[in-house]
């Protein structure tokens, strides 16, 4: 069991110009592991269309190796997860509210990987992320680890 990478580090993730600090999930060392080889990320960020209050980097066929692992399709605002793809393409969910993830085809399941870091104003900078994507379109995105 020794062999699982440690979730040591944390997550920088600025979007647009708002910027988050993420923890890694400890119960998700084999996402964690998928996720630091596809860093950094610099794509766009889009607003949802089925699951409620949530942006998405969509991975197109991207077919990470994974299977369920500290899995939800209820997220709380701030809980990133990765769909790796099957039934819908690969994708990170990034919530800022009442979030239901799912797709054309049905509800979805997706790994919990890391949380935002609560800090002064995190709730509504995540808000405001939600805002731009679905009122102004998609917004920059840039996930790095930090120390």
């Keep these: 069991m020794g062999s699982e990478p440690q979730a040591t580090g944390r997550l920088a993730i600025r979007a647009g110009n708002l910027n988050f600090s993420a923890r890694w999930e400890?119960?998700?060392p084999r996402t964690i592991a998928v996720i630091r080889g596809l860093l950094p990320?610099?794509?766009q960020l889009i607003h949802c269309r089925w699951s409620g209050e949530s942006t998405w980097i969509?991975?197109?066929d991207l077919r990470p190796d994974l299977e369920f692992e500290n899995h939800?399709?209820?997220p709380a605002p701030g809980?990133?997860?990765?769909y790796p793809g099957g039934v819908s393409e690969c994708e990170i969910l990034f919530p800022y509210g009442a979030?239901?993830?799912s797709s054309k085809v049905g509800q979805l399941a997706g790994n919990h990987f890391a949380t935002v870091q609560p800090d002064e104003g995190w709730i509504d900078r995540l808000r405001e992320v939600g805002r731009r994507c679905l009122w102004e379109g998609a917004q920059d995105v840039e996930i790095t680890e930090s120390d």
């Design 26 to 28: 400890t119960e998700a």
């Design 58 to 60: 969509p991975f197109g």
């Design 99 to 101: 979030c239901s993830f």
């Design 41 to 43: 990320i610099r794509a």
């Design 79 to 82: 809980q990133l997860l990765i």
């Design 72 to 74: 939800t399709s209820h």
